[in-house]
């Protein structure tokens, strides 16, 4: 009898120790999906199953998440494929490179990166470390035999959630210091800002409704701008 109340009371001391330890994981907090790995987990996984030949990634943050929703002709393109998430920084971008990049072997990344860098969304964000990120993605691109085009910050005056900034300055920076890199390492830089700023150098008001975030006009002359870079590219 002894022994059996012994075993028993074995097993009720391992389900309390179980217990106990699972609230304790239960309490602690869960980490973040900092870079959003998860964001195109699910449509990564069906594209790795389909044939990549031609595949074209735009890859940057909302500025190319929402091309796709307001530019039909995006859409009926079957090797274009959508890579941005909206606020994110160069050094988010980075860090899913593998993940939506790499992973879907495309034959070209286009990539357009900065802005919230200059708007701060992950603190102060320096054009010299904007320039560095975006340079190491051209790096791996080439490594991989992917082939690069950067594309010029859209120019902005101001932005609606974190006013005062004044990037409008360290925008154009940034795109003479992308040229030179392009120049230096012979990737195609396409320039959309020269022809979509105004006279503060912000986003001209038929661009955009809040003076940084596209519109379908907005993208139209994009993807004609965009467009004839890329076929060159894939002849």
């Known amino acids: 009898m002894q022994a ?5 009371w074995i097993l009720v001391s391992a389900l309390i120790t179980s217990f106990t330890a699972q609230a304790a994981l239960d309490e602690q907090p869960k980490l973040p999906d900092w870079a959003q790995l998860h964001f195109y987990a699910a449509d990564n996984a069906k594209l790795k199953k389909v044939p990549s030949t ?25 090797h274009f494929i959508g890579r941005g998430i909206d606020g994110q920084t160069t050094a988010h971008m980075l860090t899913r490179w593998r993940s939506d990049v790499l992973a879907l072997k495309p034959d070209v990344m286009v990539l357009l990166a900065g802005t919230n860098d200059l ?19 051209v790096e791996l691109a080439k490594v991989h035999g992917i082939k690069p085009i950067i594309v010029s910050l859209l120019p902005a005056f101001d932005y609606p959630w974190r006013k005062g900034l004044q990037p409008a300055a360290k925008i154009v920076a940034i795109n003479q210091g992308l040229r030179q890199l392009c120049k230096e390492t012979a990737v195609p830089y396409v320039d959309l800002h020269t022809s979509m700023r105004d006279a503060r150098n912000g986003m001209q008001a038929q661009y955009s409704s809040d003076g940084v975030h596209p519109n379908a006009l907005a993208y139209q002359f994009m993807r004609e701008k965009i467009n004839p870079v890329i076929a060159k590219l894939t002849r």
């Open 119 to 137: 708007a701060q969304n992950e603190g102060a964000g320096s054009p010299e470390q904007i320039l560095a990120n975006i340079s190491s993605m």
């Open 4 to 8: 059996i109340f012994h075993r028993k």
């Open 54 to 78: 031609g595949r074209v990634v735009f890859y940057g943050d909302s500025l190319f998440n929402a091309w796709p929703k307001l530019d039909a002709e995006f859409r009926a393109n079957p």
